[in-house]
């Protein structure tokens, strides 16, 4: 059943320098994603896949053609909206987990909720309820020096989602984790997509990775060159 859009691209442009040195690293893009959806976002080194994935995350602005996120024309917000649009509505997931060393599991969990002025107590067992849904309960007092790579990566996920975020923004999740490690981070991906209905847009080099999304968009040269859907396949 076709969901309301989460998220739309309608012409969407970024260009970098200027004369001699212009980059279109991205030209004319359109693309819609909607609530609920696994998309994957693959192609070459260069092909615009990081600042599409800036775009949507409301992390940078378009250069010309519009950003819709919510129903709202992010591209057009100041900073300063932006980053509320951000810490309402999104949780990030990098290749490199970004956890603060010498601080717990739980406390790396929290620290969203700290933004946002949420009382300690209920920060705690809000933070306490997310690690347990990325399977890490038993660990909330480890540091991520006494954490296992994936484990990290866990930790970092349970403060993408402790905000409830309606969308999932990951940049090769998976990128500094063997194969075994990789695949349990995508069944807890799925997981959450599914029994949560979050919404989850990522970047991969690799196919077996990619295959757990519902759909892959093909970048290329700064467009989208391929848009497949495995359940039409289905
Ligand atoms: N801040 C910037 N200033 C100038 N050019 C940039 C900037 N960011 C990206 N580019 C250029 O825009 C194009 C797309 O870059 P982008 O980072 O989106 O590629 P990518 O698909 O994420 O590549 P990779 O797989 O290597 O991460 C490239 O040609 C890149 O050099
Ligand atoms: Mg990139």
Redesign the pocket.
């Known amino acids: 059943m076709p969901d309301s859009p989460l998220l739309g691209f309608r012409n969407v442009w970024k260009t ?2 200027r004369g001699e040195a212009k ?1 279109h ?1 991205l030209a004319g893009v359109d693309l819609a994603i909607a609530k609920g959806e696994f998309v994957a976002i693959m ?1 070459p ?7 599409a994935m800036n775009i949507i995350g409301c992390l940078d602005t378009p250069t010309a053609g519009v950003y819709s996120f919510q129903g709202i024309d992010a591209g057009r917000l100041d900073r300063t909206r932006r980053a509320v649009l951000r810490n309402l509505y999104i949780g990030f997931v990098f290749q490199g987990y970004n956890l603060l060393a010498r601080t717990t599991a739980a406390e790396n969990v929290e620290l969203p909720l700290i933004y946002r002025g949420v009382p300690a107590h209920e920060r705690r067992s809000r933070a306490m309820e997310a690690l347990e849904q990325v399977g890490l309960a038993g660990r909330e007092h480890h540091t991520p020096g006494e954490l296992s790579g994936g484990q990290q990566q866990r930790v970092a996920i349970a403060r993408a989602i402790v905000t409830k975020p309606a969308l999932l923004v990951a940049d090769e999740p998976t990128g500094n984790l063997d194969t075994a490690r990789s695949h349990e981070i995508m069944d807890l991906l799925t997981e959450l997509n599914s029994e949560l209905g979050l919404t989850v847009v990522m970047v991969t080099h690799e196919a077996d990775i990619a295959a757990y999304a519902q759909r892959t968009i093909g ?1 290329l040269d700064g467009d989208v060159a391929s848009d497949t859907s495995s359940l039409e396949a289905a």
């Open positions: 970098y320098g980059v690293a192609g080194s260069g092909s615009g896949k990081s600042t970048f």
